[in-house]
């Protein structure tokens, strides 16, 4: 049987593209292995899907001063001694990898196995992780064609993102009698990422009382970020985060107010859902999501709200807005060339195993 083995880790985007590819690798014929942090979101999304997962060790790179600057480094060799281990047992055919910190490791001892390795980048500009690793992999596959110019040549693949299946899938009927809303109203999801992001979750709760007057609203707002004073009032429903009942979530949602993480908003896209983008600023982050953010509003798919400039008059305008003008948005993406890379991604991996 052929082998893979994926990783990626740290944040849910770092995740959901290598759990798009798991079912379509296992109609190819791979038996799949999954590399990730020891406790990071990613190791609870692999073992519900019954995927065998090899925590290794992994240390944070940084762009700034931090002391753990002076230690992490031996968290990283620590990795890459327990990645080759875990490869040389395993031996698979390829290595896939969706970025995050925990994959440098990984990628290096794949070098060193001579173990071919494939790189996705969602992001307009590479990723530090992708950028220490790109050296030792064999292909880049990116988001946007525009990332090419940014790798090294002969290595990039446009082949855009991972879309997984399920998300297309949902039942508003099912939907509904999860949050048991009514449908006298439109809805509005509200997403910070999978780790929740608390000023916007502060500004959403602020403006609530406004919002609730012309919306039932759908909040994910992060592992222990829910607030209990709010779990009973009609028409507000709190979660942590979602899973299984996503895709029936998104069938119900109007509009969405969220992150600009790539691999996002390409659902978003793809689900034909007018959205509020609201990227992480330079100050918290490398600038990639307000380069997404930009995109998106460009192409007529999005309106987006700079951090520094969000407020609760901002916020329940652009929300407002943006249903108001629905229709706008949703034939623009309607009109989009589709960017959804699963089955280049699967092509690429099948060429460059060994």
Known sequence: MKKIILTGGGTAGHVTPNIALIPKLKELGYEIYYIGSKNGIERQLIEDLNIKYYPISSGKLRRYFHKDNFTDPFRVLKGVKQAASIIKKIKPDIVFSKGGFVTVP??????????????????????????????????????????????????????????????????????????????????????????????????????????????????????????QSLMEIDGYKQYPYVKEQLPHLFAITDVIVSRAGANSIYEFLALKKPNVLIPLSKAASRGDQILNANSFEKQGFSQVIYEEKLSDEVLLKKIKNVYDNRADYIEKMEKAKSALGLEKILELIEKKRR
């Open 106 to 227: 990984v990628i290096i001892a794949s070098k060193l196995k001579k173990v071919p390795t494939i790189i996705h980048e969602s992001d307009f500009t590479p990723g530090l992780a992708n950028k220490i690793a790109m050296p030792f992999c064999s292909n880049v596959c990116v988001t946007f064609p525009e990332t090419l110019d940014a790798i090294p040549k002969g290595k990039g693949v446009y082949t855009g993102p991972p879309i997984r299946e399920e998300i297309l899938k949902g039942n508003s009927e099912l939907g509904y009698k999860e949050v048991g809303f009514s449908t006298s109203k439109p809805v509005v999801m509200i997403m910070g990422g999978s780790l929740g992001a608390v000023k916007i979750n502060s500004h959403v709760r602020s403006i609530l009382p406004s919002l609730l007057e012309e919306f039932n609203v759908i909040h994910l707002c992060g592992e222990g970020k829910v607030d």
